[in-house]
């Protein structure tokens, strides 16, 4: 299974949706898509990660590549609907700290627009 992504924006800012497999084949493109956004300070960059299947340590660089953006944006970073496996993976290797999570973009949009 290969992985694809696609973008959208909300009222706090881009939304990033990747399905499929997030891994050395597709990471590379997860990433130039992460490139690709606008993200200003103050705004709110989701990964919505609902779709994937399967993420390996390329995938895992490219969260960290989203946060990587994030924080050059002075913005925030939210993963939605971590798969329970890739959670799991990020607290082992002491990451998890890294990430706000939420169920749901909706979720997510919403505490942002909140704070």
């Keep these: 299974m290969s992985g694809t992504s696609s973008t959208r924006v909300t009222a706090t800012g881009p939304v990033l949706t990747l399905t499929g497999d997030l891994d050395a084949a ?23 990660l609902t779709a994937v299947a399967f993420c390996d340590s390329s995938g895992i660089n490219a969260l960290i590549a989203a946060r990587n953006i994030a924080v050059a944006a002075d913005a925030d970073l939210a993963l939605v609907a971590v798969p329970r496996h890739l959670d799991r993976v990020l607290v082992m290797i002491g ?4 990430f706000t999570t939420y169920a749901t973009v909706e979720l997510a949009v919403a505490d942002h627009a909140e704070r």
């Excluded at 990451?95 to 890294?98: I, T």
């Design 26 to 48: 597709t990471a590379p493109e997860a990433q130039r898509e992460l490139a690709r956004l606008t993200v200003a300070a103050g705004q709110l960059l989701v990964v919505d």
């Design 95 to 98: 990451l998890a700290s890294l």
